[in-house]
DNA sequence: TTTAGCACTCGAGTGTTTAGAGTGCTAAAC
DNA sequence: GTTTAGCACTCTAAACACTCGAGTGCTAAA
């Protein structure tokens, strides 16, 4: 059957009745907007039905977009709602506060995607997995204690403090800065590894014992680089769908507890923008959801996503601008952060 | 009326009957455990009801325990379940990843807390209030950014990136390091006001321009220092209780979004463990849950709480225990941290 | 004071009925 | 061939009646 241009128009009214409403859309409706009658619309309603892009909770009731119908509006139909100038500044005023700590800014991201679109949002840290280290720096924190803090050269900044069985002195953490940072300067972070430290400290002679805590340190952090950072933001708003009024919830919150399954989720997707409506995601926890994720990038080089997930009810065509905007944004702030080196 | 200790048996038993099953409870069951009659057992529950301690769904449901029911059991008939030396070491492994940073130790316990009891649990950070700056170190984190951490004596540490418009060196860092710590080492954290960086960039002369990004980044980092951080954590564990099942959720979740709100909770409480029963809280969102606070001190100083929240249907014998050995746990950890100045 | 017995109440579950929304189909109109 | 008016049909949600059983309160005897 063919897709008519009335047809596509039939099925954007009703994607746009439904997203708004949340009730299934009758012929009535639509044949006030079309200018043809009722029945007529019936017709074609029939056939949308045929080719599985509408559904009918029952017999009686008004037709809802399927999970294919949504596809077809988000790949031929919709026309992205593009957002204002005023919503420009306001993302970005929010986003400003946080510019220059790359950690503290993807969360601040996510909390205000989460904020203007009263989804969960997400995102993640710029990729550790072929960063270099920059530097590992050395901050005394009390008599025996001090932070490690590692910069690597995809922008992430992890720290931790660790603890000596001697007193520690700026002379100690000079010659911790100096020993480390000849060794380990410019090497991957992936470089890190148990192996390697263990060989380090071996090469270290009588200094072993004084680097020791200060190398566990190091492999902890180095661990902790390589790791993608989850932010997630606003579950408690997906309350608030009538989608996940009953137990409905817990599966999606099941998933959204899973840091590392929630991060791949993000990262698998290609281009710039990518949407995954219900079952598209392969995640049967999301069968009911869907995720609008769009990658940033960080001088040019691709390094993480940010998205939102809700109810397949969702206003699509205004959030794939937003959700891009916002990781145009996140990644030209990093950028400009990184490349002052 | 007068409460015998028979009655209070009933009670016990009614409390500990709906903590485990959920369902109101009816005279049949009891009559097995207390060895008289259900007719017996009716009697005393009407008397129950009439002093206020025990509430009848309806008619012809069994009973449950009023919020004033739960009161009495907690004060006077409970005996408190202690934790077992394997939880204690289970507990204890669970905090040790962490010892070594106040802020990650504080998310740590609550995150651990709500593990175990499956309800949401909360942690607020040393109170920063009477807190006096210990020190304030400076790290370089690229060409013209650097990190500001401030120690206080209180135990927190927060970190902020700044910028300069020019680039640093080991030598500037090492001069913002001297003057800051000239100037505001010993000093009270709350003295860091908008004032007092006023006049202190004033009284750097040629300096002023050098050291004014460095300035407001300080001013910050002591206001962060001062502000309670709350941890959250298991808000989800909510979800699986029937009592959270409808709508009901709502609005337990929007007061545990609140931060401020839930510091002000925790902390107004009295005595090492206190326990609130449903409106005993004043919170018009927490009517229908109940919070379980214990507070920890640093060095003997009290210092800040932990607890959970989740409905009153709780265990609280296991629970007043749990809790307070935690805050224990976390309180002597970040003595012995101290100790170390 | 306790208990057996019994009538009573109420909720949960199960049909039944009704109203209304929305459909599919048919036959006429365009 | 397409559109539309008309109408019979289907299904849901809400209202109502009915039953079952759990649990009660009361009474009178032990």
Known sequence: M???GRKMKILAAIVDAYVATGEPVGS???????????????N??????????????????????????YRLYIDRIMERKPISQAERLYLDGLLHSTAYDPE????????????????AAVSTSPSG???????VQFVQTSRRTAM?????????????VFRCDFDLTPEILRIFFRVINEKTAGMPVSGITPAFIQSFAASLGEMTILMSSALMALLEVAQDSLETDVCLNGQMNLLFYPEFERGNARRVMDFLERPQDLARLLLEQPGSVHVLVGRESQRPEL???????????????????IGVIGPTRMDYAKLVPS?????QSVGKMLTELMKEE
Chains 1, 2 share one sequence.
Not at 104 to 118: E, H, I, M, P
Not at 129 to 135: E, M, Q, S, T
């Open 2 to 4: 063919e897709l008519t």
């Open 28 to 42: 009535k409706l639509l044949a006030l907007d079309l200018g043809v009658s009722s029945a007529t619309i019936r």
């Open 44 to 69: 074609e309603m029939a056939d949308l039905v045929e080719m599985g892009l509408l559904e009918q909770p029952h017999t009686s009731a008004g037709r809802v977009p399927s999970q294919k119908g």
């Open 104 to 119: 503290r800014l993807l969360d601040n991201a996510s909390q205000t995607l989460a904020g203007v679109t009263k989804f």
């Open 129 to 135: 997995g072929l960063a270099d280290i920059r530097a």
């Open 148 to 160: 490690i803090i590692l910069l690597s050269s995809a922008g992430t900044m992890k720290n931790r």
């Open 287 to 305: 069968s009911e959801s869907s995720v609008v994720v769009a990658r940033y990038a960080i001088d040019g080089h691709d390094a993480g996503a």
């Open 323 to 327: 959700v891009e905007y916002l990781a």
